[in-house]
């Protein structure tokens, strides 16, 4: 167990315990409710069918609701809705267009493929390979040359030290691709009738269809189609030998997976983060088929071997590590009174804990700051937002806080390695995405975004004011190793 110094009354057990116990049943029901889902899409075309829970655009507990038969007339009516938006999207497919052109777009803007290397490297985001979002700066470090491919949103054209991943394809095959855009709707409509006759439970067929209407109008579903489209034609060429990629079981990833193992090539897939129980996929079975597993499966730390490698046991689980990047402050020791609220990019969750924040009262100098995901998507909206509260936001510069009250594991971690207690935000999901949920030797603070919140959180300001850990790095390297720093690497082989 972590050791924890204070000074004034012993710290009583960790809060949230109770919660785990009776959510117990909740998360099994959950579980079946997904594996159904993933085995209704055998395409792989859908997202929320694929086993990482935060891809299901709803929460847990409404999601349940629905497929339980707790609200028909609400998920009726929210059919209903996506219905008639399917029927648009199906007349006028212009997210599907937009998707299209964007594809043809950046593969006449950009240098077509080179000759091929025997590694491949397929990550998503923007940023280059001294900055990339997943794999940190380690690319920059590798001596042995790569294919870089990338997997990016938005209006981005051009190429910054990678290829886009739509460039593997050919004029005649985005030709193809374009037709299928105007017709995906329609074929997308048959895919899911077939899904939801082998999915038991009227409500739980409902939901199926409702989630696919709502990707399909939306083109994810038809993104996904282009993205495997784009990954199998590049792995399609004998040159390349090798596949590293951030894995979370992804729709994508399966995809790909299925490809490069149809041609009897490896394949690494990168734990990139902190392994969390909304990774449902790869903690729990039913969510791949034999041929959607990686040769490889590289963890960030120890503990996520022992959780992973007795559900993957065909593959190759192995401790590696936290690549993503280092924080700046890191090393340094709790010297603000500020408590740090460390957000994801989740929009509709982010919301709900900043009002929850905005009525905090805390009293003497413990004040409230928010830390949100500069990488998200929806940054910019929540900083808005933040700002219209009122609330302050954290800057890299600031003196490490006294608490990290967090959402996403890794930041926590982080801050582990300044000894800063971490606790986390409870939102009362059937499946959490607290990572120390995963590892059943440590317990961790928690506080419920609830009408408990306030309280709860002035408890835990008052009972930690003087507070620290005396083990956070050490206790950080065993969920996330960053010895990688202080060794020589060898390349690329230190993944493959």
């Known amino acids: 167990m972590a050791r924890i110094i204070w000074s004034g009354r012993r710290p009583g057990p960790a809060c949230g315990l109770r919660i785990r116990v009776t959510q117990s049943s909740r998360k099994a029901a959950l579980l079946a409710l997904l594996r159904q889902f993933s085995r209704a899409d055998r395409r792989r075309e859908f997202s929320f069918s694929s086993g990482v829970v935060g891809a299901v655009p709803m929460n847990d507990a409404r999601a349940l609701d629905y497929a339980e038969g707790g609200a028909p007339f609400a998920l009726l009516a929210l059919l209903a809705l996506e219905s008639a938006q399917f029927i648009l999207a199906a007349l006028l497919p212009v997210r599907n267009c937009a998707l299209v052109a964007r594809a043809i777009l950046r593969r006449a803007l950009n240098r077509p493929p080179g000759p091929l290397h025997a590694k491949s490297v397929i990550s998503l985001g923007g940023g280059g390979g001294g900055a990339d979002p997943y794999f940190g700066a380690f690319l920059a470090s590798a001596h042995e040359p790569y294919n870089y491919l990338k997997i990016v949103g938005g209006f981005s054209l051009r190429e910054r030290g990678w290829s886009f991943a739509e460039t593997s ?37 409902l939901l199926f269809l409702m989630l696919g209407f709502k990707e399909t109008r939306g083109g994810i579903a038809f993104q996904n189609r282009l993205i495997a489209a784009a990954l199998a034609a590049h792995v399609a060429n004998d040159a390349v030998r090798t596949v590293i990629f951030p894995m979370e079981g992804r729709s994508w990833e399966k995809r790909l997976l299925a490809r490069v193992n149809a041609r009897g090539a490896r394949s690494t897939g990168y ?54 990047g280092d924080r700046p402050e890191a090393g340094a020791s709790p010297g603000g009174e500020a408590l740090l609220f460390a957000l994801t990019g989740n929009v509709e969750e982010s919301k709900k804990i900043l009002r929850a924040i905005a009525g905090l009262k805390l009293g003497g100098d413990a004040r409230p700051v928010v830390r949100l995901n500069p990488n998200a998507a929806s940054y910019g909206r929540l900083l808005r937002y933040t700002r219209r509260l009122g609330l302050d936001t954290w800057h890299e510069a600031h003196a490490a806080p006294r608490l990290c009250f967090f959402r996403s594991s890794s930041v926590a971690i982080g801050y582990l390695r300044m000894n800063v207690v971490p606790v986390y935000l409870d939102l009362e999901d059937a499946i959490s995405n607290n990572s120390f949920d995963v590892d059943g030797t440590r317990r961790f603070e928690r506080v419920t975004v609830g009408n408990g919140f306030a309280l709860e959180v002035a408890a ?21 190793d960053q010895s990688y720093r202080s060794k020589t690497l060898a390349g690329l082989n230190e993944l493959s």
């Not at 997308?188 to 038991?200: D, M, S, T, V, Y």
């Not at 449902?280 to 041929?291: I, M, R, W």
């Not at 835990?460 to 996330?480: I, N, T």
């Open 169 to 205: 394809l050919s004029y005649r095959t985005l030709l193809g691709l374009a037709l299928q855009g105007l017709l995906h709707p329609l074929l997308a409509l048959g895919r899911l009738a077939a899904g939801a006759g082998q999915i038991e439970g009227w409500n739980a067929k």
């Open 271 to 324: 734990l990139h983060c902190a392994l969390t129980p909304r990774h449902a996929g790869l903690l729990n079975p039913g969510f791949f088929e034999a041929d959607e597993l990686p040769t490889v499966l590289r963890t960030p730390g120890a503990m996520a071997v022992q959780a992973i490698a007795p559900n993957l046991t065909s593959v190759q689980v192995r401790s590696s590590y936290f690549i993503r």
């Open 460 to 480: 835990l300001a008052d009972k930690y004011r003087s507070a620290f850990l005396s083990d956070g790095p050490e206790l950080a390297d065993y969920y996330l």
